[in-house]
T-cell receptor, first 114, second 109 residues
Framework: DTGVSQDPRHKITKRGQNVTFRCDPI?????LYWYRQTLGQGPEFLTY????????KSRLLSDRFSAERPKGSFSTLEIQRTEQGDSAMYLC????????????FGQGTRLTVV | RKEVEQDPGPFNVPEGATVAFNCTYS??????FFWYRQDCRKEPKLLMS???SGNEDGRFTAQLNRASQYISLLIRDSKLSDSATYLC??????????FGPGTRLSVLP
């Protein structure tokens, strides 16, 4: 399977704990995006990378959120001191740098903070 | 105001009906336009890109009006399997993809 893969698929954590999610993009894609989606809403942009450079970060992303893509391949998204409001589906997508090309999504990591 | 807005749903239509979804976007610098489909508890998947001249893919037709900053999706002869949420997506040059809130469609037997 050469699509976007995310790990874990599900995560249940206690409030106040830190969590880290991983995304492996399609190998030839140099752009990688993180989104958050809650029930009944469209995906909300969090951040994106071109290769290892983090080019854009949403104002929605609090200081508790950090993302890395150290070698321009896989990426991690860490949430520190989780809150119940962080419960959501975290989606990763990748695309090539060609304009007018679509983004391909992974199956997401569903986070539940209890 | 959200950057991308869509018809509030849900749309409940009988099989065989024609249904149209509307989308407006606020950033005139938007360069690329897409419709994605998302099934319940699944990831979004590309349905079709939207080109300036309009484009058709089988039962699906997409239109773009740059002057009005308006995008539409028409589904003809709807099938049960078309039941899903349809997401309007715009992209600015070199930037991220911006999603609308989605419009849910239920095709009823």
């Amino acid at each position: 399977d050469t699509g976007v893969s995310q790990d874990p698929r599900h995560k249940i954590t206690k409030r106040g704990q830190n969590v880290t999610f991983r995304c492996d993009p399609i190998s030839e894609h140099n752009r990688l995006y993180w989104y958050r989606q809650t029930l009944g809403q469209g995906p909300e942009f969090l951040t994106y990378f071109q290769n290892e450079a983090q080019l854009e970060k949403s104002r929605l992303l609090s200081d508790r959120f950090s993302a890395e893509r150290p070698k321009g391949s896989f990426s991690t998204l860490e949430i520190q001191r989780t809150e119940q409001g962080d419960s959501a589906m975290y989606l990763c997508a990748s695309s090539s740098s060609a304009e007018n090309t679509e983004a391909f999504f992974g199956q997401g990591t569903r986070l539940t903070v209890v | 105001r959200k950057e991308v807005e869509q018809d509030p749903g849900p749309f409940n239509v009988p099989e065989g009906a024609t249904v149209a979804f509307n989308c407006t976007y606020s950033n005139s610098a938007s360069q690329s336009f897409f419709w994605y489909r998302q099934d319940c508890r699944k990831e979004p998947k590309l349905l079709m890109s939207v080109y300036s001249s309009g484009n058709e893919d089988g039962r699906f037709t997409a239109q773009l009006n740059r002057a009005s900053q308006y995008i539409s999706l028409l589904i003809r002869d709807s099938k049960l399997s078309d039941s899903a949420t349809y997401l309007c997506v715009v992209r600015h040059y070199g930037q991220n993809f911006v999603f609308g809130p989605g419009t849910r469609l239920s095709v009823l037997p």
